[in-house]
């Protein structure tokens, strides 16, 4: 498994319509492909990741786009992609300020992996 989510993006309307209540990771991007906000959905979350992205496209509204993974380990993946972002850009997305991180330095280090 990749460390950085590689899937490609979706327009918001297209990631509702092939997303439903699993649990999982998302990424939220603006036009430009720029991750602006990560965060999960997890046993308590209402509707899974088809409710999280739902409720984060109101509350981020510079976001256009949509990528996800579905993942039972979902908060171990969530923090694993906070800390690739901070490897890679220097700092972090928007993000639930509650999660403690560690320290991640992942070979190749660029967004692309090379």
Do not use: C
């Not at 649990?23 to 999280?52: D, K």
């Not at 739902?54 to 993942?71: D, H, K, N, P, Y």
């Not at 928007?94 to 660029?110: E, F, I, K, T």
Request: aromatic share 6%; charged share 20%.
């Amino acid at each position: 498994m990749a460390l950085r989510l590689q899937k490609p993006w979706l327009s918001s309307a297209e990631a509702l319509r092939h997303v439903r209540g699993q649990m999982g990771v998302y990424q939220l991007a603006n036009e430009a492909g720029e991750v602006i906000f990560v965060s999960y959905a997890g046993g308590r979350s209402l509707g899974g990741l088809r409710g999280e992205i739902s409720r984060s496209l109101t509350e981020q509204g510079e976001a256009t786009q949509v990528r996800f993974e579905i993942t039972t380990s979902y908060l171990s993946r969530y923090k694993e992609l906070l800390m690739l972002h901070q490897a890679d850009h220097g700092s972090l997305p928007v993000h639930d300020p509650q999660v403690r991180l560690g320290r991640l330095s992942p070979a190749g280090g660029s967004a692309n992996g090379s």
